[in-house]
């Protein structure tokens, strides 16, 4: 079974730019997470997905990150206008919908470097 | 918010015990999780206790919980260079929608 799948592996922008994340999640997970993990503090939920809905978006910074889950599967975090502080390691996660919710399995990260 | 705290580092001896301790301040904690990020690679799920429990062992790894004083530690049993990595330590609420992470602490295992 693939495990969560994240693209790119890393990004380099210029402040102002834009940029798309990607994440592909365990094949039948209902549920999909975004956190974020900047200059090596504590790792933070953005937000979390069931299927294609937003079950809750409070950790998101502010409007210039956008998430969309079109059709339930994979989801994209963009980030439009890139600031410096959105440097970080962004993880994407995600759990089954049912049976054992209490795991939430996590991608390799996508590291977002804003200069 | 919920608050979970972690030293930031820990160095040890190849051979010697590690232990990596995390306090949290939500006494509603559900699971207790211990996550391993090894260099450029994702989190990976080493553990996890069930708030009811006071202890979990699983191979080398031993976890104990004690929930008065909202203290968590992970015990690495004759640590290995390989276990050098960032530890995570992780709580999830009733809901397990989100995990609040704390810091992570370094390991480094000198030979």
């Known amino acids: 079974e693939a495990g969560v799948t994240q693209f790119p592996s890393h990004s380099v922008i210029e402040k102002g730019q834009t940029v798309t994340l990607r994440c592909d999640p365990i094949?039948?997970?209902?549920?999909l997470y975004w956190y974020r993990r900047v200059m090596g503090k504590e790792i933070k939920f953005l937000l979390h997905f069931v299927k294609e809905s937003k079950q809750d978006e409070s950790g998101m910074p502010n409007n210039r990150f956008l998430a969309e889950r079109t059709g339930g599967t994979y989801s994209t975090l963009k980030v439009q206008p890139a600031e410096l502080e959105d440097s970080g390691v962004y993880f994407c996660a995600s759990s089954p919908g049912t049976g054992a919710t209490y795991e939430q399995y996590f991608g390799p990260g996508t590291r977002l470097t804003v200069t | 918010g919920e608050d979970v705290e972690q030293s930031l580092f820990l160095s040890v001896r190849e051979g010697d015990s590690s232990v990596i301790n995390c306090t949290y301040t939500?006494?509603?904690?559900?699971?207790l999780y211990w996550y391993k990020q090894e260099p450029g690679a994702g989190l990976q799920l080493l553990t996890y206790i069930f708030s009811n429990m006071d202890m979990k062992q699983d191979q080398r790894l031993t976890v104990l919980l004690n929930k008065k004083d909202k203290h968590l530690s992970l015990r690495i049993a004759d640590t290995q260079t390989g276990d050098s990595a960032i530890y995570f330590c992780?709580?999830?609420?009733?809901?397990?929608?989100?995990?609040?992470f704390g810091s992570g602490t370094k390991l480094n295992v000198k030979p």
């Open positions: 939500d006494s509603s904690s559900t699971y």
């Open positions: 992780a709580e999830s609420l009733y809901n397990f929608n989100k995990f609040y």
């Open positions: 094949s039948g997970h209902d549920n």
